[in-house]
Nanobody
Framework: VQLQASGGGSVQPGGSLTLSCEISGLDPYAMSWFRQAPGKEREGVACVSRSSTRSETYADSVKGRFTVSRDNAKNTMFLQMNSLKVEDTGVYYC??????????????????WGQGTQVTVSS
């Protein structure tokens, strides 16, 4: 199983980026995005399932600004990030699975991870 994350970069506050995560070797029901800022713990950002309703979950800090989606035919998950803030800076990781505990996306029981892609938001 391999996950390849891409699309990171440097943008100014208010800008947009779209991250991609291509997975091979597995067709997971759900996938997640996490991020980790320097000196901080990894934080769940968003996850999406392959249900008929395409269930999506977001961290409160990104609701209304980020949109997670997936293209099942291409085995790829996306994270469209709009209205980026300085506090969105970090390394973004994709993972197989989605664990939500008390409304928070948690890195519990997730065994497959991408290598991470850097997102830097600064003026």
């Amino acid at each position: 199983v391999q996950l390849q994350a891409s699309g990171g970069g440097s943008v100014q506050p208010g800008g947009s980026l779209t991250l991609s995560c291509e997975i091979s070797g597995l067709d997971p029901y759900a996938m997640s995005w996490f991020r980790q800022a320097p000196g901080k713990e990894r934080e769940g950002v968003a996850c999406v399932s392959r249900s008929s309703t395409r269930s999506e979950t977001y961290a409160d800090s990104v609701k209304g600004r980020f949109t997670v989606s997936r293209d099942n035919a291409k085995n790829t998950m996306f994270l469209q990030m709009n209205s980026l803030k300085v506090e969105d800076t970090g390394v973004y990781y994709c993972a197989v699975g989605c664990t939500v505990v008390a409304g928070e996306i948690r890195a519990i029981g997730l065994n497959y991870w991408g290598q991470g892609t850097q997102v830097t938001v600064s003026s």
